[in-house]
Structures are given as C-alpha cells and as structure tokens.
C-alpha cells in the first residue's frame, strides 16, 4: 500500500540499496534551481527506515538536491523541519 504524505526533510535518509553508482552528484545544483523554480515535480518514495527516518529509495538526486536548497534558504533548524510530499511505500512492496 502507498500513501502520499509530507515529511520533514529532516527525516529523509539516502538508501543504501540505490543502483545509480556513477554520477549521483552531477547537476543538482541544476536540479536544485529547477525544484526552486517550478517545485518538485515528482515526489520522492521513501519506505519507513529505524528511529523515526524514512529512506528514499526513489528520488535521491531530488533529495540531495532539496538538502542543498535548504541549505542555501537560511536557518539551518527552518530548513531542517521543511515538509517534503513524499509517496510512502509499505515494506512489502518491490524496490523502485
């Protein structure tokens, strides 16, 4: 089952299981002005992970690029407790 909620991006993590190996740093500050121009276009799906954390197992581009963005906005704690809309995928579900 899926759902679309929003989480604090405090409270996303990368997936260790992600198969992009090569390149996963080009272009987000790219992707990073695109997300501040237009919005995120696609949410990232994330499946629950340990200590209240989601991991993102779609979207870690978009993640690294939204950290960045929050980076850049002022306050760390403000950019900390931003919400993300995210798809959360339950654990039986297949890997994206």
């Known amino acids: 089952m899926t ?11 990368a997936w260790d299981g ?3 190996k090569t390149g996963p740093e080009k ?5 990073a002005a ?3 121009a237009h ?4 949410s990232l799906v994330v499946r ?10 779609a979207g870690r581009r978009r993640l690294r690029a939204l ?5 850049t906005k002022g306050t760390e704690a403000a950019a900390d407790s931003e919400p993300v809309i ?4 339950s654990a039986g579900q297949p890997d994206c």
């Open 3 to 13: 759902a679309i909620t929003d989480i604090p991006l405090n409270k996303l993590i």
């Open 48 to 57: 629950k992970h340990t200590r209240g954390k989601f991991a993102v197992v």
């Open 27 to 31: 272009g987000i500050d790219e992707l």
């Open 18 to 20: 992600n198969v992009r």
């Open 34 to 36: 695109s997300i501040a």
């Open 39 to 42: 919005g995120l276009l696609q």
């Open 86 to 89: 995210v798809l959360a995928a």
């Open 67 to 71: 950290k960045s963005l929050a980076e």
